[in-house]
């Protein structure tokens, strides 16, 4: 009786969506989990490729090297971004946001393009740097693994931004005050109040950088000049070219699992809503 | 699987009674309803429109607009079926998901012969009717079961003529050798192409590549692999020249010359030892407009005005013998068969290709990376 009482009828304007998403994403979802055990013969065959195969090894190993980089790089970055915002005035901060939101809305193949206009071997930069006699060689900022880290760090900054700036607007000013009342210097202050009270935003600044640049296909694709092969990409040959649509579906469960993980570790860190919502209200 | 093409056939055959004036329309949609499946492409108007129409799935850019100019008028003309087209690249995976779905809504492909080969042998292909389709209008060995070679395109390299002004390179050797001939190189990333270059660049003749020495290839190729970079599609190869990232770049061949106008004669293309790629029609199983169209339509392209209309619009050369030798003087350096080049270049094997792509690909790939 209570039970009945409880139901939200909110549910019958929400099921249709639920339905929808079980039936769109759960369902191919399975399909995909389906044929990596599947194809091209029932087992674990295409699971245990990736122990055996020097050549799979090897290309999780450079994914999850250039991510680990690339997040490191956009948080170190987005965090001095975001100390300026949240130490100007609101008009400079609104002016700084929207250019951060407008790097943000530029889609990555532009980025990707004005990146090779840029750095590449008769660029603006190697062109200038030549014209002025400060080099003789064009310095090879991209088709290699530099390249593709440019093109991922500008891409991810923004993300690692706008939770690390919640965070630190959330921080009373008073707390810095008493920390110097007490007799810390602005060093110690910044490492032992400031820099912890952001933690919050600096995980899941992290987190959300990692997860996207797992997926990244189009910047190393171009910007590596084929030399920095990553999952994303592999899977797009695997299913398209060499038809080994096991190895394609057993990388995308493997990239699936390792999204969730880092979810399910962050989890028990912190509220998820909170760390993706960024901070608390 | 199989009820699904069972009821997709069955509405296909209606689709063309309805056409015909066999059917009335209450009775084909009825079974169109009956057959369940079919709602979403009935919905769609697709099995409706399939008795109507030809589809050809290529890969946008001018194609679309020279497929059209130079098979789809006269088609149309001949049989009153309109062209339409589907611009999205008919890549191997894509076929291959388009006929295991059901939904089935292409009619023919702009593939590789290599292509016909691999899908073919896993059923998702309709036969050649070799009863409507020449055999004699392609080369030999070009006429396999599930596809026919229409046009040739291939991969040849290109050099800066600025770079190598005394001496410039005339072989894959050249561009395989960074001692005498400095600067950045650029390759196919796909494998294709870039395995039978090296291994001509390594003295095997060009017409004893296949089977392919992947071992050797490779060796090969990461020999050079510290001033090479890899494209992935015919503009990227475009741009790496143009812009000055490599003094020698494999380029699709029927791109050449455009590059060459285009730079106003600064990057030159080399024939020698181009590698020519049979780009042939293939029929998806099962496809909407019918085997019969997309066969008569096959037919059509390869008429020797459609060919010359493809050659001077796409740069791709014919296969139908009677056309080339319509080539002029002046285009014929261009064209990959003509007499003069057919000394010189290398003929791609597409069974090899077709049964081990993905081996090839994939050891390449774990070369370059």
């Known amino acids: 009786m209570t039970r009945t009482a409880r139901f939200n009828p909110g549910w019958y304007l929400v099921a249709p969506l639920l339905v929808l998403v079980a039936v769109m994403f759960a369902g191919p979802l399975a399909n995909i989990l389906w044929l990596s055990f599947t194809d091209p013969e029932p087992g674990l065959t295409n699971y245990a490729a990736l122990i055996e195969k020097d050549s799979l090894r090897r290309l999780v190993w450079t994914t999850v090297h250039i991510c680990l980089i690339t997040t490191a790089l956009s948080v170190i970055l987005g965090y001095s971004i975001a100390y300026a915002m949240a130490n100007v005035a609101e008009v400079a901060r609104q002016r700084m946001m929207l250019f951060i939101l407008i790097s943000f809305w530029i889609s990555v193949l532009v980025r990707t393009f004005s990146w090779m206009m840029l750095l590449g071997r008769k660029g603006l930069v190697n062109n200038g740097l030549i014209e002025l006699g400060l080099i003789s060689e064009p310095i090879p900022f991209v088709r290699n693994e530099l390249g593709v880290l440019i093109g991922m760090v500008h891409y991810m900054i923004p993300y690692a931004v706008l939770p690390i700036l919640v965070a630190m607007l959330g921080i009373d000013g008073r707390v810095l005050q008493a920390s110097r009342n007490l007799g810390a210097s602005p060093a110690q202050t910044f490492w032992r109040v400031y820099l912890p009270l952001t933690k919050p935003g600096i995980i899941a600044g992290a987190l959300l950088v990692f997860i996207l640049s797992l997926g990244f296909y189009v910047t190393p694709a171009i910007m590596g000049g084929g030399k920095v092969l990553m999952i994303a990409e592999y899977i797009s040959v695997q299913v398209l070219i060499t038809l080994k649509w096991g190895t394609a579906a057993m990388l995308a469960m493997l990239m699936l699992g390792s999204v969730l993980g880092l979810l399910y570790v962050l989890s028990r860190f912190m509220k998820l809503s909170e760390a993706l919502g960024g901070g608390r209200t | ?369």
């Open chain 2, 1 to 369: 699987m199989q009820d699904k093409q069972f009821m997709r056939e069955t509405v296909t055959e209606a689709a063309h009674a309805f056409r015909a004036g066999r059917m009335d329309r209450r009775s084909f949609l009825a079974l169109c309803g009956m057959a369940g499946v079919a709602l979403p492409s009935v919905l769609a108007g697709r099995a409706e429109a399939a008795a109507g129409e030809i589809v050809m799935w290529n890969w946008g850019g001018q194609s679309e607009e020279c497929h059209g100019s130079a098979i789809g008028s006269p088609f149309t003309a001949e049989t009153g079926i309109p062209l339409k087209f589907d611009t999205s690249g008919p890549l191997q995976g894509k076929i291959k998901e388009m006929v295991d779905s059901g939904n089935v809504t292409a009619d023919v492909c702009d593939g590789d012969l290599f292509d016909a080969v691999a899908l073919g042998a896993t059923g998702h292909l309709e036969p050649i009717d070799y009863a409507v389709v020449s055999k004699d209008k392609t080369l030999p060995g070009y006429a396999l079961e599930h596809g026919v070679s229409i046009i040739l395109y291939g991969y040849a390299f290109m050099y800066d003529t600025e770079a190598y002004k005394d001496a410039p390179p005339t072989s894959w050797a050249d561009f395989f050798d960074t001692a005498k001939f400095p600067g950045q190189r650029s390759l196919y990333k796909w494998a294709n192409g870039s395995l039978e270059a090296a291994l001509m660049a390594d003295g095997v003749a060009k017409d004893a590549l296949y089977p392919i020495d992947l071992d050797r290839a490779l060796a090969k190729v990461k020999a050079i692999k510290d001033s090479t970079i890899y494209w992935g599609s015919g503009s990227e190869a475009h741009d790496m020249i143009v812009n000055g990232e490599v003094s020698m770049g494999m380029v699709w061949q029927n791109r050449g010359r455009n590059i060459e106008q285009e730079t106003n004669g600064r990057y030159k293309m080399v024939m020698n030892g181009a590698i020519a790629m049979p780009g042939a029609y293939i029929v998806p199983k099962g496809n909407p407009g019918g085997r019969e169209a997309a066969m008569k339509f096959i037919a059509v392209s390869q008429s020797v005005d459609a060919q010359l209309g493809l050659f001077s619009c796409l740069g791709m050369t014919p296969t139908n013998s009677e056309a080339v030798a319509k080539i002029s003087a002046e285009d014929a350096p261009y064209a990959i068969t003509s007499e003069a080049n057919m000394a010189v270049i290398a003929l791609n094997d597409p069974t090899w290709w077709g049964q081990n792509t993905d081996a090839a690909v994939n050891a390449f790939l774990e070369a370059i990376s």
